[in-house]
């Protein structure tokens, strides 16, 4: 059985800013406004189950393809209903044509099975990422597809308010601390000379 720390995901959550320690260093604003990560890495071992004996396929039809990791990708930014993500898809190569390209192409993702396609998070075109949670919403409520995006946006205005707000908060906690609010002195006069 899967301990809940050794669980396998492809996601990838960034670290709650409120609990690191923000008494000896000041956290940068932009600490508060990361986004998770969806690593598409259809090559990897993590994604030996779902693979089988599945052959991955050249984007070029290779008849007999080897194809491997080429590195780092590229990360896209993703809207979904719930907040931003990135989908960071690695660069692939072919050993038996040499030729590379990346693991989100949507040439190549329709050439997989639907058991691939179907766990990544959004339909990707060249242009394009539209999260699933999304396209859900545009069915669940027959909204019009302007209303949904007004939607997201302002959830995307509110969630960046509320982490601004937090950020704030935790200068607030650092002066706190400083007065001596929580009984200790820290390293204050460091922080007033970069917040002032
Ligand atoms: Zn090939």
New binding site residues.
């Given amino acids: 059985m899967l301990k809940p720390g050794h669980a396998l995901s492809l996601w990838r959550l960034p670290p709650q800013p409120e609990l690191i320690d923000s008494v000896s260093t000041l956290l940068s604003r932009n600490f508060f406004q990361l986004h998770p990560f969806f690593i598409w890495k259809p090559e990897s071992s993590i994604m030996v189950r779902l693979r089988n004996n599945y052959v991955l396929p ?5 008849p007999k ?3 491997v990791s080429a590195g780092v990708g590229r990360p896209r930014v993703i809207v979904g209903n719930r907040g931003q993500y990135y989908i960071l898809a690695p660069r692939l190569r ?6 590379m390209w990346f693991a989100d192409s949507p040439r190549w993702l329709e050439k997989l099975p639907k058991r691939f396609t179907n766990i990544v998070p959004a339909f990707l075109t060249y242009k394009k990422a539209i999260c699933k949670s999304v396209l859900n919403e545009l069915r669940r409520t027959g909204k019009s597809p302007s209303d949904v995006a007004n939607q997201v946006n302002e959830l995307l205005h509110l969630k960046y308010e509320q982490a601004h707000l937090a950020y704030l908060g935790s200068i607030v906690n650092i002066w706190d601390a400083e007065a001596g609010v929580y009984g200790q002195r820290t390293l204050g006069n460091y922080v007033y000379i970069i917040v002032l």
């Fill in positions: 050249c984007l070029h039809g290779c393809p080897d194809v072919c050993k038996m044509c040499k030729r």
